[in-house]
């Protein structure tokens, strides 16, 4: 692997699923792989678990880390040729270089405006690292894709699922804010790959892109959607025909213990408790949250691992 900015990265996704998991057995074993190497991982966005998953993952494998919230250094410029006399203090290009003599991988996340929708499809902030940049890139979080969540939830649905091909669901849920498509996209992009029975609910309105969504059915009613489902991952997303809109606040699309039934229920966090899910299924035995933020450790792991196995 020579960069992890796309799901399209991943040539043999049960392979990596499985040395993963061998990973989690033994996550020292390869401690040497990072040795005298570092890792920086620059934020634009809050995060929680993908700082301290990706920390960690990288420390098992022998590297150093450096962290910067890019808020706190100087204002970046994105455009090309810009006449730099307002906001912006230091142009990407400079410091895509400047950082790549401090780094043998670098890490982003950088979520959309969700106000440009043709700008967030560039994906400028990680565009311009890959381009500008002359070490391997990963994606912690784009404006239209979270590859490593995905990773994370293929793994945790292989550890648990009890039938080879289980029915997995997708279902919007409420949000009093308006919030990036990117987990959603990447989750079906990965299930397209996976052997799963695989259905996406959502209001009128919440329909994904064309280009992510392909031939997976679409079901609006979602008590139909979750018929026999073994795994529902709930999201919500912002309205991507209208973009970055909330156009709904539907408390009925809130997931319930009773909507559940026997079905196991994912969610890459934070959670809104009782507007996305309400607290009985996330104190439950169905919830798999926890179990599937453990994986962001292994999912990052085998991703680091499989990038520093093809630094010269
Ligand atoms: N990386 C996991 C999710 C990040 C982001 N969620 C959020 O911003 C939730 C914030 C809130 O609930 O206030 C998203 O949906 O893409
Ligand atoms: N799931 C996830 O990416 O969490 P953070 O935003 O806390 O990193």
């Known amino acids: ?34 040795k005298n190497k570092t890792l ?8 929680l678990r993908t ?19 890019v808020n706190d ?42 106000v440009d929708k043709e ?7 990680l565009n311009s690292f890959i381009k ?38 997708i279902s919007w849920a409420p949000h009093p804010k308006a919030l990036p498509q990117a987990v959603a996209n990447s989750f079906i992009e990965v299930m ?11 209001p009128q309105g919440y329909e994904l892109s064309d280009a992510i969504v392909k031939d997976t059915p679409v079901i609006y009613d979602q008590e139909k959607a979750l018929k026999e489902a073994d795994f529902v991952y709930v999201k919500n997303w912002s309205s991507y025909t209208d973009y970055g809109k909330v156009l709904s606040q539907d408390a009925s699309w809130m997931m319930t213990q009773e909507k559940l039934g026997n079905a196991k229920f994912m969610h890459c966090l934070p959670v809104r408790r009782n507007v996305v899910v309400e607290d009985a299924v996330l104190v439950s ?5 926890i179990h599937q933020a453990n994986n962001r450790t292994y999912a990052a792991q085998v991703v680091l691992k499989n990038i520093l196995e093809n630094i010269e």
Do not use: C
Request: net charge negative.
């Open 40 to 47: 920086v991982m620059l934020f634009f966005n809050a995060s």
């Open 132 to 169: 500008y940049a002359s070490v391997p890139i990963v994606n912690m979080e784009s404006a239209t894709a979270h590859p490593l969540q995905a990773l994370a939830d293929v793994i945790t649905l292989e550890e648990l699922k009890t039938k080879k091909k289980p029915k997995v669901v």
């Open 192 to 202: 397209q790959m996976a052997n799963v029975d695989f259905t996406i609910t959502h």
């Open 51 to 69: 700082r301290l998953s990706t920390e960690k993952a990288a420390k098992n494998l022998g590297l150093e880390v450096q962290i910067l919230n």
């Open 285 to 289: 035995e169905n919830s798999i949250v």
């Open 119 to 125: 700008k967030d499809a560039q994906e400028i902030v």
């Open 1 to 34: 692997m020579k960069k992890y900015t796309e799901l399209k990265d991943i040539k043999d996704l049960s392979q990596i699923v499985e040395e993963a998991i061998a990973l989690k057995q033994a996550p020292f074993e390869f401690k040497h792989l990072g």
């Open 73 to 114: 250094s100087w204002k970046l410029e994105f455009d090309d040729g810009t006449v730099m006399n307002a906001d912006t203090s230091e142009h990407v290009k400079e410091a895509a270089q400047v950082i790549s003599q401090y780094a043998d991988v670098i890490a982003v996340r950088a979520f959309p405006s969700l």
